[in-house]
């Protein structure tokens, strides 16, 4: 009986600690897919705050044993974002993960793809766009200036539509050119004056001696990466639409000239210290008395810049596209001079089978430009003493050339 009894405690024991070890070791299981639908092979489950857990299968199922008290299963996977997942009371599971969206300002391009800021290891300057909306820039050069060190942007001349010098860490050429490439979309120009600067996504500027590896040696004075904005994927269509209006007028740093009198006094003296004899007379001096033409201020208006622009962008599961259409116009601050440009740009991409895919970037425009950049530097050496208008309206006659027309 004894022994019976003993018997029987053992067996009892052994029910209890192998109830307990059941409860312990409760299994887990469930199935992990993307948006889509598709099973994500591969991706690491485990239990929150434990080195404990697994990886789905190629079907993306998975099986877990449950040890201890925690409640929450931890799924992650590259390029998707983390998901906990609370399991109290539950045996199974479906996880849908959804991409890991990164931000533009963590990618560079780096013309033979992009990496994260982080990963980067050459000398590259990423300019934000954002903002680019509220530059009035008549090329996308204007909108950029001074945003990316070591790169050095200067207009040629005050005139509307002028284009712009880049230098990038310097001058790379005393005979030579040192202007850098161009790749717009993956496509090589000479400027990018043709873009409409609120059609631009991202900008980069590589600047070391790698960019020759991927360029060539005309990539030896830098490249400036751009690439234009496209669709998303299954998103409902987008328009924007941005417009504005601006006057220029000149600076408070005006440049005082001479007026008629002190510009004589000033151009006789000039030749009686040179020891030359004054190439006019009393009489001919006579001739201009009393005239005062202030050329600069007969040359100068209030300059207007209006510029709009509309787009539309979006996609279904397969496609998307972006279409913009601007039209800018300005008007110099300079009397006849101008600029008018009008830019269409459309960009799609199209998944036609999962190995094959196809896409475009068309970007239309045409411009105008009028007047002369000289102008405004005639019209500073313009002699003072030379009539604009004579009294009966008519154009001006140079009476004493010697005194009006000089240059």
């Keep these: 009986m004894k022994h019976l009894n003993r018997f029987l405690l053992i067996n009892f024991l052994l029910v209890v600690f192998c109830s307990f070890g059941l409860q312990a070791q409760e299994l887990i299981t469930g199935n992990v897919t993307n948006e889509s639908g598709e099973s994500l092979p591969g991706v690491s489950v485990s239990f929150k705050g434990t080195n404990q857990g697994t990886i789905t299968d190629v079907d993306g199922n998975f099986s877990v044993e449950k040890h201890g008290t925690v409640e929450t299963l931890v799924f992650s996977f590259i390029g998707m974002e983390t998901e906990e997942v609370n399991i109290t009371g539950k045996s199974s599971v479906s996880v849908v993960m959804e991409e890991d969206v990164i931000g533009l300002d963590e990618v560079i391009a780096i013309g033979y793809g992009s990496l994260r800021k982080s990963d980067l290891t ?85 600047k070391d001696a790698s960019a020759a590896a991927i360029y060539g040696a005309r990539a030896a004075n830098g490249v400036i990466l751009v690439s234009t904005k496209r669709g998303s994927k299954s998103s409902k269509p987008v328009v924007t639409l941005n417009a504005y209006y ?110 094959f895919q196809f896409g475009n970037s068309l970007n239309l425009y045409s411009y105008t430009q009028t007047g002369n950049s000289d102008w405004y530097n005639r019209a500073l050496l313009k002699s003072p003493l030379s009539r604009a208008h004579e009294d009966d309206g008519d154009w001006g006659v140079i009476r004493v050339s010697e005194l009006e027309h000089f240059f």
Excluded: C
């Design 122 to 206: 050459g000398s590259v300057s990423t300019v934000s766009t954002e903002g680019f909306d509220k530059v009035p820039a008549a090329n996308p050069l204007t909108a950029i200036q001074g945003k990316a060190s070591g790169v050095q942007i200067t207009s040629n001349s005050g005139m509307p539509g002028a284009s712009s010098e880049v230098l990038i860490r310097g001058v790379q050429s005393i005979n030579g050119t040192s202007a850098p490439i161009y790749v717009v979309d993956g496509v090589i120009t000479s400027n990018i004056n043709n873009l409409n600067p609120n059609s631009i996504e991202s900008i980069s500027v590589l």
């Design 246 to 355: 601006g006057i220029q007028t000149e600076s408070n740093l005006k440049l005082d000239l001479l007026n008629g009198e002190d510009w004589l006094e000033l151009w006789t003296e000039s030749y009686e210290n040179a020891g030359i004899d004054i190439p006019w007379t009393s009489s001919e001096a006579a001739k201009v008395e009393g005239v005062d033409t202030d050329w600069k201020s007969l040359m100068m208006q209030t300059g207007t810049m209006q510029n709009t622009d509309i787009s539309i962008a979006g996609g279904s599961d397969k496609s998307n596209y972006y279409i913009g259409v601007s039209h800018l116009n300005q008007i110099g601050m300079v009397i006849e001079t101008g600029y008018k440009k009008s830019t269409f740009t459309i960009n799609t991409d199209n998944q036609v089978t999962d190995w």
